[in-house]
């Protein structure tokens, strides 16, 4: 009898032994580190501009419309472009149907309609919009946009992924609060979040992809990565040291100067992504000494853009100075109507100056220290205004402080900024003239209402430049030039596109 | 030694007031808020606004500061403006690895400089001592961020013996999340080690020259058992003084280290939520981190006891 047994334990022990050799290992889970430059303020795409909270949560949630490769204004959650009425005062977009939200649960017109509404009063871009949106209303399988006046912006607003248009289940949204639920439409759905240590997001099963081929954010999405972390590593040099060990597969951001290490590297390649941003001196038009267009204009003649470029970026390949707001090869290019950029002449500074009335009243410039580049930048326009008989006071604040002291008129006459690049000229920050700087001239008023109100892409881009000769005129801000961004991929990640947002659908990662 | 005890924690929660009153009035004064920091570059005067309306920061400051001591005697340390979570559990998902941090890097030091203290004071003016003490002057002043990076240059990403940075990942276990604190904690522990060098080699030296040293030495004792016996044990209270102070400091003082290795510790929660204006971040981690301040000195206090039996409370 115990033989038997013996025999009986043996033999299901072997049997055991060769069924576990015969099953299938378990599929390896793809997973990739990307190195941010820091901790987003928020995963709620909807009322902040930052562009770190905009490169995770899109992965997460979608707007009706996208930029394709061209910065064209292409379907999403949208089916097909949006009818527009012959008076421009109603915009019809059609849904896609069978999209579903991370919870299972479908897309709705309602879920559009309520987010579209929460976007409107919520989001800084939103509230553009809105204050020329009458109504929002859900019409069978679309939505309805009813405006009180042309407004061209509508669509690129709705498709720009920070102040983004995300849509939402409508029981998700508390009007007087940020989203406390992350379910969004897209190809990953939010699995973990740990403050300053990581944001998980896994691939979503049910996503259902637009269709046509991948252009820009735009076109067929698939998640072939199963999971994305994004890591916050506010060290510009660790994100470096760590995709160079194989750390992180993506590292965001990095300092143009240490474009070198990875030069004959092949576990790593460094990635230039263009157009990034451009630097600005935002003047203050309304109160105090820069209220003078003929300072204004001093300044732009005395200061030198290629020196400021150098100072802040030192690597010539990762800057040009261009003084056309949109970069070459964009839809905005024009070179005509930049006047006067670049001058670098004192002498003529210093007549403009004369002929302002200066009385050598301080002029103060706020920068930061907490963007090296702006800070570097801001010590050679120092050196130039005062060359060219400027008193400067120059004053370096962390950006919380300058964030909140460029509120007051009365504090401020200048202050270093930047801004990232943006298709629609409608998303550009000192295009408001609630934006600190304030400016709102009649000439301004009038040429952005017809820009705004006008529907055709050929005379949208000859009417820019109408904006862009008053930009150059009335001097408002400083355009200092373009900046490209170095980021960095592991050799192994395939399928990756830059973008001054890095997305990771369609990307893979090879053994 | 209770009523000792009890006047000391009496104290303790004295400090912590006047800490929290002091925060609270610095961290408003200072400009900048955390709604500005929050919405970015586009928002305007008014998008702002509203979020302060939201936040409550539009509240008067006394109302403000009753209502956070209200929260402190409940023990609440409020929300972080920021992170959307409760300052309690931000500091508690930090706790871990600040202490883990902490004692690696205070062991670090303690193992450097203590026993090359004792030699060099043993060995006092012969080149040896002259050698050691250049070397701990060289390490004290290097500076912790270019330790750092030196050893994620050589040790992290060309022999790949330990990780560049963080904490690990999700799954990671109890080992893997003490591997990624090597390099950070010889990256503080080394600096460190030097202040500890020298207050060992002092104590010892005051020490060495007491006559119940040349008594045991005049009785045939070992030169080991003289040094680490007789002169050590008496020597130890102005270095546990000096190892307490380094702990103390250590917990949420080592943010350049934090920010160069991507370490989410006490430091970095602290040192972000001064730039990101999170004032309840700020004001709850510092009352945490002074009361814990205290409660180290007062364990530094009770060990001089055990050093010394003299020592009576």
């Known amino acids: ?511 | 030694m209770l009523t000792y005890l009890a006047r000391r924690i009496a104290g303790m929660f004295v400090v912590m007031f006047l800490v929290a009153t002091v925060v609270f009035v610095i961290a408003r004064v200072v400009p900048g808020d955390p709604a500005a920091v929050m919405m970015g570059a586009a928002a305007t005067a008014d998008d702002i606004a509203a979020l302060r309306a939201r936040l409550g920061l539009d509240q008067p400051l006394p109302l403000q500061y009753v209502m956070f001591l209200k929260d402190v005697l409940t023990g609440n340390l409020g929300d972080s403006i920021f992170l959307n979570r409760p300052v309690a559990q931000a500091l508690a998902e930090r706790a871990e690895l600040t202490f883990f941090l902490t004692l690696m890097s205070v062991s670090i030091a303690v193992a450097i400089g203590v026993p090359i203290g004792i030699i060099s004071a043993v060995k006092r003016g012969t080149a040896t001592d002259q050698g050691v003490i250049g070397l701990a002057m060289l390490a004290a002043s290097l500076p912790s961020f270019w330790v750092g990076l030196t050893l994620i240059q050589y040790l992290a990403v060309e022999l790949r013996w330990f990780p560049v940075a963080g904490y690990g990942p999700p799954d990671a276990t109890l080992g893997e999340r003490l591997r990624h604190l090597v390099l950070p904690a010889i990256a503080l522990g080394l600096p460190n080690s030097a202040l500890i060098l020298r207050f060992t080699r002092t104590a010892m030296l005051d020490v060495l020259h007491e006559d119940y040293v040349r008594t045991a030495r005049a009785k045939g004792l070992g030169q080991a058992v003289v040094v680490m016996k007789h002169a050590l044990r008496n020597a130890l209270i102005p270095i546990l003084t000096v190892v307490g102070l380094t702990a103390a400091i250590l917990i949420a003082g080592a943010i350049v280290t934090e920010t160069v290795f991507g370490l989410p510790g006490v430091g970095n929660l602290i040192v972000s939520a001064v730039l990101r204006r999170d004032y309840p971040v700020i004001q709850g981690a510092l009352l945490v981190v002074s009361g814990i301040y205290v409660l180290i000195n007062l364990a530094v206090d009770l060990l001089y006891a055990v050093a010394d039996p003299r020592v009576r409370y």
């Open chain 1, 1 to 511: 009898m115990f033989g038997f047994a013996r025999r009986l334990i043996a033999t299901t022990a072997i049997a055991a032994a060769m069924l576990a050799g015969a099953m299938p290992a378990e599929a390896q889970n793809k997973v990739i580190n990307v190195a941010t430059v820091g901790e987003p303020p928020t995963l709620d795409p909807v009322g902040v501009t930052a562009d770190l909270v905009s490169i995770i949560t899109q992965h997460i949630f979608e707007t009706l419309y996208t930029f394709d490769g061209t910065w064209k204004v292409v379907p999403l959650l949208a089916s097909g472009p949006a009818t527009i009425s012959a008076d421009g005062l109603t915009y019809t977009i059609p849904l896609r149907q069978g999209v579903q939200f991370h919870n299972g649960k479908p897309m709705t017109t309602a879920d559009v309609v309520a987010s579209l509404d929460r976007w409107t009063k919520v989001s800084p871009r939103g509230k553009q919009a809105g204050a020329v949106i009458t109504g929002i209303t859900a019409k069978g399988d679309a939505v309805e946009i009813a405006l009180k006046e042309r407004f061209a912006p509508l669509l690129p607003l709705i498709a720009m992924s920070n102040g983004a248009a995300a849509i939402v289940p409508a029981d998700t949204i508390d009007a007087a609060n940020p989203l406390k639920q992350f379910i969004g439409t897209g190809p990953y759905k939010l699995i973990e979040h740990k403050p300053d240590q990581f944001i998980r997001v896994a691939k979503f099963d049910g996503y259902k992809s637009p269709e046509g081929p991948a252009s820009g954010y735009g076109g067929h999405r698939e998640a072939k990565i199963d999971e994305i972390r994004f890591v916050p590593v506010p060290n510009a040099s660790t994100r470096v040291e760590g995709v160079l060990a194989g750390q992180y597969q993506f590292a965001d951001s990095l300092p143009a100067d240490m474009a070198t290490r990875f030069s004959g590297q092949t576990a790593v390649k460094g990635i230039m992504v263009r157009p990034f941003g451009f630097p600005l001196m935002i003047m203050n038009s309304k109160t105090g000494v820069a209220a003078n267009q003929t300072l204004r204009q001093a300044v732009l003649a005395a200061l030198s853009p290629s020196d400021m470029l150098l100072a802040g970026f030192g690597n010539r390949a990762f800057f040009e100075v261009e003084g056309s707001i949109y970069p070459k090869g964009t839809a905005f290019y024009d070179a005509a109507s930049v006047q006067g950029y670049g001058a670098a002449d004192d002498k003529k500074s210093a007549e403009l100056l004369k002929k302002s009335g200066y009385k050598g009243e301080p002029i103060r410039i706020m920068t930061s220290m907490q963007y090296d580049f702006l800070y570097k930048m801001s010590l050679v326009a120092q050196a130039n205004l005062e060359a060219a008989g400027f008193k400067v006071d120059l004053q370096v604040l962390d950006w919380a402080t300058l964030v909140q002291r460029r509120a007051d008129e009365k504090a401020w006459d200048a202050f270093f900024t930047f801004h990232t690049f943006v298709p629609e000229p409608s998303l550009i920050t000192f295009m408001n003239p609630a934006y600190p700087g304030w400016w709102d001239t009649a000439d301004k008023k009038a040429a952005l209402q017809a820009f705004n109100t006008e529907a055709d892409p050929a005379v949208r881009a000859k009417k820019f430049a109408e904006i862009q000769k008053l930009f150059y005129t009335e001097v408002p801000t400083i355009k200092v030039g373009e900046f490209y961004n170095l980021a960095a991929q592991s050799a192994k990640l395939t399928g990756y596109q830059p973008t001054p947002w890095p997305f990771f659908w369609n990307v893979d990662l090879t053994n």
